[in-house]
């Protein structure tokens, strides 16, 4: 169920940005591609304004429903958890810390040998 979530949620979202990248920005940069005074015909500009942003809220709207839901289904086979069962209880006292053996104590080095002679 989760896997088909997650695969619906990323459908969701390439169409989402899909729909957004379709928009007529303001600022007129490629506001000539997506329709202006030149287009005729099934829909007028105004219209496809209007559709597109209410696809965009639809999907969207879908998108956080889908997340939410996503989130639920996931959390639902942990044991429920609360800040407040914790409580303010002290931290535990270690144990007894585990005494390591020393090392070895190091040995003197032998002494110099007599020089050899020619």
Known sequence: MILI???IQVLI???LIGVVLLQKSDGGALGSIGGGAGMS???TG???ANLLTRTT???AAGFFVVCILLVVLSNRTLPPTSILDRGASPPAIPAAP???PLPAAPTLPAA???PLAK
């Open 5 to 7: 979530l997650f695969v």
């Open 13 to 15: 979202a390439f169409a």
């Open 41 to 43: 015909g099934f829909m």
């Open 46 to 48: 105004r219209s496809t």
């Open 57 to 59: 809220a639809i999907l």
């Open 98 to 100: 585990v005494k390591k």
């Open 112 to 114: 110099p040998s007599a």
